[in-house]
């Protein structure tokens, strides 16, 4: 069973969040800086700008140490035809697995940018496998079956059939953490 601890800007978020509940909404963490901490972690809250006071905002002292992920990245294999596409499927169902697709187009730069990152992620989860269709290569009809109509598209099928998607307009930290919380529930 892997365990899987949220991105920086989460935990950023949620230590923020719990030092400062009324403060929450307004409040600005930057995980780069110094160790302000007994633990070495420490986080920045209080935003404002050049001129914030330290008194408004202050160091929050972080409660769990946080470690980067240190998998490696899984090359994603190709969806060129229908045959490649239902074999991809059937993996599913047989080894009752969601399997993640990445509807792209070599021209989305969006796409370019999103590709190596979804290869991170499949390196955390190591029983589900990642896809990738360039939907200027493959016959429409491809499209069609994953009812693709923008890029990047990322679809999470479990037992031959879709069962969730985001489409990649997000930044992309939001669509990692997404595709991260789709792999959670079907897993």
């Not at 800086?33 to 972690?41: F, I, M």
């Not at 496998?129 to 009809?141: E, G, H, L, Y």
Request: hydrophobic share 45%; charged share 25%.
């Amino acid at each position: 069973m892997a365990l899987l601890a949220p991105g920086p800007r989460v935990l950023c978020r949620d230590l923020c969040a719990a030092a400062a509940p009324r403060e929450a909404a307004a409040a600005a963490c930057s995980t780069v800086g110094g160790a302000r901490s007994a633990l070495g972690v420490g986080l920045w809250r209080g935003g404002g700008g050049r001129g914030a006071s330290r008194r408004r905002g202050g160091w929050v002292k972080a409660e769990a140490a946080y470690f980067w992920d240190a998998s490696e990245p899984v090359e994603m294999d190709e969806i060129d035809s229908m045959d490649k596409l239902d074999a991809a499927l059937a993996y599913s169902v047989d080894n009752n697995q969601p399997i993640i697709i990445d509807w792209m187009a070599s021209w989305c730069r969006k796409c370019i940018y999103l590709k190596p990152k979804l290869e991170k992620i499949a390196g955390e989860f190591p029983g589900v496998r990642f896809f990738f269709v360039d939907v200027n290569k493959v016959p429409s009809a491809v499209v069609k079956r994953g009812n693709i109509s923008k890029m990047p598209t990322i679809q999470l099928w479990k037992d031959g059939e879709w069962k969730e998607q985001v489409i990649g307009g997000d930044k992309a930290w939001l669509v990692m953490d997404h595709v991260r919380e789709m792999i959670q529930k079907y897993k």
